[in-house]
């Protein structure tokens, strides 16, 4: 089944429960923590993830564009992730190893994640220990950017990998997921989608998240 994550970046930070609540018939909630430093912009933190596990059930799927993230997993943990996902680019590969035992040992899922430029063979020293490997189909930063479609053969690969050595791991997009370009990373293999401006522009979100399952 087609798992798909509404990126909280794309609602209205005023009315955050609101726009919380418009999403529930999606399967996870995603949200995005940039640091300034590891993307060029800032979104949100510790405080405002702790005040959204409060007010939904839904999984939070932690993004943390932040640099050397192994500093702030367990914490993010404790404010009420589900997944915690890291960025392999923001450490060396022994923290970033450290950084998933440590989302493991607060019981919540983890995973890495690549960047555009990023070569699917980055993943491959921590496949075994992901719970999920998301694949940026836009530079992280920003929301509304136009998806990349060249990043469907790193996702080919990557699922290829992942049903030889780890098939219970999930295959995450994030980055210009629409009702168009759903389809290309379904049938490229991916199953978790992240769609942030393409559910909240909706006029209808329960039609579009169900549209976007493909
Ligand atoms: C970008 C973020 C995305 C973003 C996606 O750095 O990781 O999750 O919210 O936004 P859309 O779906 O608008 O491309
Ligand atoms: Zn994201």
Not at 157 to 166: A, N, P, V
Not at 175 to 203: F, Q
């Amino acid at each position: 089944m087609i798992k798909i994550a509404p990126s909280i970046l794309a609602a209205d930070f005023a009315n955050l429960e609101r726009d919380i609540f418009r999403v529930r018939d999606a399967d996870y909630l995603h949200v995005d923590v940039m640091d300034g430093l590891f993307v060029p912009n800032i979104s949100i933190g510790l405080p405002v993830v702790e005040s959204v596990r409060k007010v939904t059930a839904m999984p939070l799927d932690v993004h943390l564009m932040i640099d050397r993230p192994v500093r702030y997993v367990e914490r993010f943990c404790k404010a009420g992730a589900d997944i915690v996902t890291v960025h392999v680019e923001a450490d060396s590969e022994e923290n970033t190893r450290k950084a998933l035992e440590l989302i493991h040992s607060q019981g919540r899922r983890a995973g890495v994640v690549l960047k555009p430029k990023t070569p699917a063979e980055a993943a491959l020293p921590f496949l075994e220990r992901c719970d999920l490997v998301l694949v940026m189909t836009v530079e992280p930063g920003f929301g509304g950017q136009r998806f990349m479609e060249d990043m469907m053969p790193k996702l080919r690969q990557l699922r290829e990998w992942i049903d030889s050595r780890k098939p219970d791991c999930e295959l995450e997009v994030d980055g210009g997921i629409d009702p168009l370009t759903c389809k290309t990373v379904i049938a490229n293999g991916a199953n978790v989608l992240v769609a942030g401006s393409s559910v909240y522009k909706a006029d209808n979100i329960p039609d579009r998240i169900r549209e976007l399952r493909g």
